[in-house]
């Protein structure tokens, strides 16, 4: 069964400080590796895409993959309030059975940043 | 910006009874899904839909069907609900190209 194993469970940081997630797909076959954020009470939103190796940064988030290990990271600088949510990984896979690809999400991460 | 609508946005059901949920999307995407959240399983996918008349079937599929009668509409239907379906349900659209969705703000399932 196709899994996306995500950690850790919770994360607590000071405002200010590094927040960091991880994510490994048991998939090889994977496109892409999505970052989604949720808010309580509000759906997932997407905040960033990798699909290529090593760093891709966009503003505070830099998000790291390493094919070859099928893992996927994700950094935040400087953490805010406003950051405090529910980080989800997802892995682009083949839809075995099925047709096209579909998305297979981790298990989340909750955050919270401390004033 | 995308735009997903879901209603109700919460619903209390008994057991055996018929639930269903609906979808909009003014995206004008081909994809849409249904994803279930609950605590320590994430985003579980059970029908999703590449266009108007199709629908196909997810990782949890049983126990659920769905209809998608037009590009912007995807229901979720559940003939006999039962207390192991309660839970946040999500619908979202997508773009086949580079895979990002965007989800409604969900549904809150309970079913007594």
């Known amino acids: 069964q196709q899994k996306v194993q995500q950690s850790p469970e919770s994360l607590s940081v000071p405002e200010g400080g590094m927040a960091s997630f991880n994510c490994t797909s048991s998939d090889r076959n994977f496109q892409y590796f999505w970052w989604y954020r949720q808010h309580s009470g509000e759906g997932p939103k997407a905040l960033m895409s990798i699909f290529s190796d090593g760093d891709k940064k966009e503003g505070r988030f830099t998000a790291h993959l390493n094919k070859a290990s099928l893992h996927v990271s994700l950094h935040i600088r400087d953490s805010q309030p406003s950051d405090s949510a529910l980080y989800f990984c997802a892995a682009s896979v083949p839809n075995y059975g099925g047709s096209g690809n579909k998305l297979i999400f981790g298990t989340g991460t909750l955050l919270s940043v401390k004033p | 910006e995308a735009a997903v609508t ?14 269903t949920l609906s979808c909009n999307q003014t995206n004008n995407h081909n994809n849409m899904y249904w994803y279930r959240q609950d605590t320590g399983h994430g985003l579980r996918l059970i029908h999703y839909s590449y266009g108007a008349g199709s629908t196909e079937k997810g990782d949890i599929p049983d126990g659920y069907k769905a209809s998608r009668p037009s590009q912007e509409n995807f229901s979720l239907i559940l003939e006999l609900a039962t207390p192991s ?6 619908c979202a659209s997508g773009d086949a190209r580079i895979y990002e969705q965007y989800f409604g703000p969900g549904t809150r399932l309970t079913v007594l």
């Open chain 2, 85 to 90: 379906q309660t839970s946040v349900y999500f």
């Open chain 2, 6 to 19: 879901q209603s109700p946005r919460n619903k209390v059901a008994v057991t055996g009874g018929k639930v």
